[in-house]
């Protein structure tokens, strides 16, 4: 198989299902911003977190993959095929859990705090800004999409905040408060 395949040389692409939509389309970009997303965590994961964080990215890696492809099966053909495309409330549950066991070993936000720390620390608040710019997209969209992936999509943006805060705690780095 190769790489290119020519068929997207005038503007326009292919959804799940063979619909040709032109490539500045709203269901486009989402897919797009979810593959910068999925990006932006090879980045975190290239500063080397410590195990917990970098098992956790993968499997958040892998959850991305799966959150595209539904974005771009609007005909919802994919999911009811292929169970490793699927995403559901078990998956959210998950990041929930993960949440609560990374805020045990902080101290609670008195204040908001600015988004930096160390490198892993930066690159995952860099990420939880991407994240929200995905659900921005994904609430625009016609037909709309399940509502299990805005809950998915929301509740990662607060454990990408919780990870920063995390990573930074685990490094012994200061948040600096606003």
């Known amino acids: 198989m190769k790489i290119y395949t020519r068929t997207g040389d005038t503007g326009d692409t292919a959804l799940f299902g063979g619909t040709r939509i032109r490539k500045d389309d709203p ?11 999925n990006a932006s965590l090879g980045v975190v994961r290239a500063t080397k977190p410590d195990a917990v964080l970098d098992e956790a990215l993968v499997q958040i890696q ?12 609007p005909a919802e053909t994919v999911a009811a095929r292929v169970t490793k495309a699927a995403l559901g409330n078990d998956d959210v ?25 160390g490198a892993t620390g930066a690159a995952l608040h860099v990420a939880r800004t991407i994240c929200r710019r995905v659900e921005r997209r994904m609430v625009s969209l016609q037909p709309p999409v399940d509502p299990v992936l805005l ?4 509740r990662l943006s607060d454990l990408l905040f919780v990870m920063a805060r995390a990573a930074n705690h ?9």
């Not at 809950?151 to 929301?154: A, G």
């Open 170 to 178: 685990r490094a012994v780095l200061p948040e600096t408060e606003w």
């Open 151 to 154: 809950r998915y999509v929301n």
């Open 62 to 73: 892998r959850d991305l993959f799966a959150l595209g492809a539904q974005v771009a099966d």
């Open 93 to 117: 549950a998950r990041l929930e859990q993960l949440i609560d066991r990374l805020e045990a070993e902080l101290t609670p936000l008195r204040r908001f705090i600015l988004p930096g720390g």
């Open 27 to 37: 269901r486009v970009d989402a897919y797009g911003e979810i593959d910068e997303l």
